[in-house]
């Protein structure tokens, strides 16, 4: 018999549940999820992690962190939106293989591609949008029959949840910890799963049942132990039972000009409604300063830049390279000087200040002597 979740069973299990910050939500949780978590907790509103989002195999971010400061990000954040892809997995065995060979933390979140035609699977159209997006892809995928049994649009969902599950397996097996981060910017209309402008509350119920089935599927029906759950819903309104998630986070991508504040605003909104989990900038343009952070008693516990020209110059869509054919800071995001400043800051914690590093040996070569040019 297919598993279907039992919405009444879970919340009645949820509410019976004591909400704590000391403990992960799951059931499961292994060993090294368990040491992640309380190291997280140990260093939350006293240090921050430097991370960075990757999408292109050659990972050109590094090298601009390398170039600048001679560090690289503590976290490393990748994407499961091309698991259905040929090779689709490969940002999963980046990731896995950065994480066996260095020990650095690993975020997960989940563009989740959808067809626009139920009816046309093999020559659908797919994109992470739901319909207001300036590409030329995007998606009708209805929300709605997504959470409701019975329908193409469940099936197709429980099918994707389960695959992504098996991506999260690879990383189990591994024994590594992932900090996962589904349906993110849900307070937005811009993805199928977010909130809708034309009937708001009930989408932003089904919203809700969407991230129940994820998290039930993954928790008691595949029963992953390695899974840390981020919360990014970005409202007060989206947001979901506390025992569902370990640490609630915002993304914030400021119009402002060099804008390298503490988005103290924004925390202390996120921090109002989400029973005192660990806050995290889960995605930004601007590295927040954390000289800023500590006068103003932000507690944001990583940052994660978005990938590419977020972080180094680009002309369209392609990096720019010096006489040293090397990648550059984009200095509309960063400059050197405040790269520097921020990961050599006290409170900065980067890949070689975890106690989970391996050392020097374990990086790609090209950074072993920091020529960068091997």
């Known amino acids: 018999m297919c598993y279907t979740t039992d919405f009444d069973k879970l919340m009645k299990e949820l ?3 004591e909400i704590s910050t000391d403990t992960l939500v799951s059931k499961h949780a292994s060993k090294e999820a368990i040491e992640l978590f309380d190291y997280l907790r140990s260093i939350y509103g006293k240090k921050v992690l430097s991370g960075q989002q990757y999408l292109q195999r050659e990972e050109l971010e590094d090298v601009v962190y390398w170039r600048a400061t001679g560090e690289l990000p503590a976290i490393r954040g990748y994407d499961l939106m091309d ?4 090779k689709g997995d490969d940002q999963v065995n980046r990731a896995i293989k950065w994480a066996k060979d260095t020990g650095c933390i690993i975020t997960m979140c989940w563009h989740w591609y959808a067809p626009d035609d139920m009816d046309d699977m093999k020559n659908c159209c797919w994109s992470f949008y739901y319909k207001t997006t300036s590409y030329n ?5 209805d929300l709605f029959k997504a959470v409701k049994p019975g329908t193409k649009e469940y099936d ?3 099918s994707r949840i389960d695959k992504a599950a098996m991506m999260l397996k690879k990383f189990e097996e591994e024994s590594i910890p992932v900090l996962f981060r589904p349906l993110h910017e849900a307070n937005g209309d811009w993805f199928w799963w977010g909130r809708r402008k034309d009937c708001p509350e009930e989408s932003t119920e089904a919203y809700k049942k969407l991230w129940y089935m994820i998290f039930d599927r993954i928790e008691n029906y595949h029963k992953l132990t390695n899974i840390i759950w981020v919360w990014n819903g970005q409202d007060k309104s989206m947001v979901v039972h506390p025992n569902t998630y370990d640490i609630c986070g915002d993304d914030i991508y400021s119009q402002l000009p060099d804008d390298h504040s503490s988005q ?4 202390d909104y996120l921090i109002s409604y989400t029973h005192g989990k660990m806050a995290t900038l889960s995605e930004c343009g601007f590295i927040p300063d954390p000289e800023e952070m500590a006068k103003d008693d932000v507690k944001w516990l990583w940052w994660l830049p978005w990938w590419g020209s977020f972080v180094y110059a680009v002309e369209g ?11 550059f800071c984009n200095q509309k995001y960063m400059s050197e000087v405040f790269l520097t400043k921020a990961l050599k800051n006290e409170r900065c914690v980067n890949l070689s200040d975890l106690p989970f590093y391996k050392g020097t040996e374990s990086l790609p070569e090209r950074f072993r002597d920091g020529s960068l040019l091997k």
């Open 15 to 17: 509410d019976n549940k």
């Open 83 to 86: 698991m259905d892809k040929e």
């Open 137 to 141: 892809h995007k998606t009708s995928f």
């Open 156 to 158: 197709f969902a429980v």
């Open 264 to 267: 103290k605003e924004r925390f």
């Open 317 to 327: 869509w392609k990096p720019i390279f010096d006489k040293n054919n090397l990648p």
